[in-house]
């Protein structure tokens, strides 16, 4: 994963480098390092620590002409103090930082070494940097070094690069998302704009196979020794809001946001009288005769809803793991659309399968919550969530935003606006939640100690037992499972114990009675049962319930409880909830 940034010009480097690889250590953050040339010098400090303390290590300093810095997701080699970036070449010639996984990088580690050189780190970036050298000691022209290096090199890259000889800044880029900030007497590049919506709106997306240079005055781009004229865009900035405004952490902020992202986005595609969709898309979805969703963790979860609205239309539908998908593709019929659900719009094993899908000229919608991003870029149809910067690795909104904009979308196809009436009492919903999450804390604190929880329901209260026990495993650290009610005793009820959490949902008026007769099995053999159920359904010993919502969308209501849940688990463990062990935001390595 990683975020690199970099930029060249007038700039107060420590500032620019420092404040913006915060705003990317959601892409990793478990080493981070900086290097900038000043006087024709370039300095370096790196940590095996996040970006607080390369801050803290990293002394008050003013000029500069060039910098790059990087906040690493470790692939490969520990992350220690030599692992982390900027990597620099033997001589010292060049210093990169990289985004991204270079497969051959052992054939090339042995090239290198019949050329001389010596490796420090257990890196497949170093190889990159040495690369560079070997090319500019023969070609003495850093650019046509770039693109031979570029030559060899398989897999992914988004790299930054100093050359000790110059003060420009050089980039190349393939399969890892990049992009330039156009500024007034600096240029900047990171990999997104977070961190340079402070300087500029105008940005340039970098595609696979460029390279080029950012000097303070321009950006030049090539693409296999051949100028190109770059495509400047123009973005929001009001969009990037980064502040925590007043909340502890970024998860609560985003949990307590849903009501007010389901309303934007109601506005986003419901005018009053009628669905604002592209009616091309409402045209393929109905003639599709098959609508498949692709999809990695929460997205993946938020997806079987979206299998369960195209069902109620009649309509055949398959959610599938991106990552699997991308190795064992169903051969689809021509009249499939295919749905690549994904907040970040850069998950490395989704791209994977969106690439297979252009090679064959199939119809791809994109449901992402990042314009610009790799799969809005290049799908067919393209449908933003609005729902905000999500800053918190554990998604939350863009969950409750992705089922919305599902359910919307199967309105609109089939015909109706019942939804949108629906999304009232579901914004209501949410709110009362909001208003009484302190109960959700008592619960929190009674399951906090245990090692494993599980997580029941039937039909689509099980989809909300998913995404919740993935929350639970990710944020809280507890090993949690969810299973359909009626599955347990067919294996997992070996693993209840005295006391073991077993939170139910019910929701469904059809399946309601025979999940809480699973359920009683639980606790008559020793677990903690506590349901979550609608007011409808509610009886009496539930632990928690929630004002009713049209059907399907209850897996909301119950969602926001498991959010809640294993956030104040996490709280009451004292764990880091925004930034969870061995994850990032954006996944964007296969
Ligand atoms: O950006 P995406 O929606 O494609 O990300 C997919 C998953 O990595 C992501 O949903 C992950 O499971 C969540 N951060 C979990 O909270």
Same mark, same amino acid.
């Given at each position: 994963m990683c975020g690199i940034i970099g930029g060249v010009g007038k700039l107060d480097y420590r500032d620019y480098l420092l404040t913006g690889l915060k705003k990317l250590d959601y #892409?990793?953050?478990?080493?981070?390092?900086? =290097?900038?040339?000043?006087?024709?010098?370039?300095?370096?400090?790196?940590?095996?620590?996040?970006?607080?303390?390369?801050?803290? =290590?990293?002394?008050?300093?003013?000029?500069?002409?060039?910098?790059?810095?990087?906040?690493?997701?470790?692939?490969?080699?520990?992350?220690?103090?030599?692992?982390?970036?900027?990597?620099?070449?033997?001589?010292?010639?060049?210093?990169?930082?990289?985004?991204?996984?270079?497969?051959?990088? #052992?054939?090339?580690?042995?090239?290198?070494?019949?050329?001389?050189?010596?490796?420090?780190?257990? /890196?497949? /970036?170093?190889?990159?940097?040495?690369?560079?050298?070997?090319?500019? $000691?023969?070609?003495?022209?850093?650019?046509?070094?770039?693109?031979? /290096?570029?030559?060899?090199?398989?897999?992914?890259? %988004?790299?930054a690069i100093i050359c000790k000889d110059d003060s420009n800044l050089y980039f190349m880029k393939k399969a890892s998302p990049l992009l330039i900030g156009l500024g007034k007497g600096a240029n900047y590049l990171a990999s997104d704009a977070l961190p340079m919506v402070d300087y500029t709106d105008k940005f340039i997306d970098l595609e696979d196979g460029e390279y080029g240079v950012l000097t303070p005055a321009e950006a030049k781009i090539y693409i296999a020794g051949k100028a190109i004229a770059p495509v400047v865009t123009s973005r929001d900035t009001a969009r990037y809001d980064y502040d925590l405004d007043g909340y502890p952490t970024f998860m609560l902020k985003e949990i307590e946001e849903s009501p007010d992202v389901i309303h934007c986005l109601g506005d986003n595609y419901f005018d009053g009288e009628k669905y604002l969709f592209d009616q091309?898309?409402? $045209?393929?979805?109905?003639? %599709?005769?098959?609508?498949?969703?692709? %999809?990695?963790?929460?997205?993946?979860? %938020?997806?079987?809803?979206?299998?369960?609205?195209?069902?109620?239309? +009649?309509?055949?539908?398959? =959610?599938?793991?991106?990552?699997?998908? =991308?190795?064992?593709?169903?051969?689809?019929?021509?009249?499939?659309?295919?749905?690549?659900?994904?907040?970040? +719009?850069?998950?490395?094993?989704?791209?994977?399968?969106?690439?297979?899908?252009?090679?064959? +000229?199939?119809p791809t919608l994109a449901i992402t919550n990042t314009k610009g991003s790799t799969i809005e870029r290049k799908a067919t149809y393209s449908l933003l969530l609005y729902a905000g910067l999500e800053v918190a690795v554990a998604a939350t909104k863009s969950y409750m935003a992705q089922v919305v904009l599902l359910a919307l979308l199967a309105n609109a196809v089939g015909g109706r606006t019942s939804a949108v009436a629906g999304l009232d009492s579901l914004i209501r919903s949410l709110r009362d939640i909001v208003l009484r999450k302190e109960g959700i804390h008592a619960i929190a604190k009674r399951i906090f100690v245990s090692r494993d929880a599980f997580y029941v329901g039937r039909g689509h209260d099980f989809a909300a037992a998913l995404e919740c026990s993935l929350k639970l495993k990710e944020i809280s650290y507890i090993h949690a499972e969810a299973y359909p009610g009626g599955e347990l005793k067919h294996g997992p009820i070996a693993l209840i114990e005295k006391d073991t959490p077993v939170i139910g949902f019910v929701s469904d008026p059809l399946t309601a009675l025979a999940l809480r007769n699973n359920l009683t099995e639980l606790s008559s053999r020793g677990a903690t049962v506590l349901i979550v159920s609608s007011e409808a359904l509610r009886e009496e010993g539930d632990s928690f319930s929630y004002p009713d919502v049209p059907s399907l969308l209850a897996v909301l209501p119950e969602v926001m409880f498991g959010q809640y849940l294993s956030y104040y688990a996490a709280l009451e463990k004292k764990l880091p909830i925004d930034k969870p062990r061995n994850l990032a935001k954006s996944v964007t390595v296969e």
């Open positions: #892409r990793g953050y478990d080493s981070a390092g900086l =290097a900038y040339r000043k006087d024709g010098k370039v300095i370096l400090k790196k940590v095996a620590g996040r970006v607080d303390d390369l801050s803290r =290590a990293v002394a008050p300093f003013s000029g500069g002409e060039v910098g790059i810095a990087h906040t690493r997701w470790a692939t490969h080699g520990v992350p220690n103090q030599a692992n982390a970036h900027p990597h620099f070449s033997m001589r010292r010639d060049f210093y990169i930082v990289h985004n991204g996984v270079i497969e051959n990088y #052992r054939s090339l580690k042995n090239l290198l070494k019949d050329h001389g050189y010596i490796f420090h780190t257990d /890196t497949d /970036t170093e190889v990159i940097a040495d690369l560079l050298e070997d090319n500019y $000691r023969q070609k003495k022209d850093v650019l046509a070094s770039i693109s031979e /290096t570029m030559g060899v090199l398989r897999g992914s890259f %988004a790299c091309k898309l409402i $045209r393929a979805l109905r003639d %599709a005769d098959e609508v498949v969703f692709l %999809a990695c963790g929460t997205s993946y979860y %938020a997806s079987l809803l979206g299998v369960e609205f195209m069902k109620r239309l +009649g309509k055949r539908s398959e =959610a599938y793991i991106g990552s699997e998908w =991308a190795y064992y593709p169903t051969l689809p019929s021509k009249k499939t659309v295919f749905v690549l659900v994904s907040q970040s +719009g850069e998950t490395a094993d989704l791209i994977l399968c969106q690439k297979f899908l252009l090679d064959k +000229g199939l």
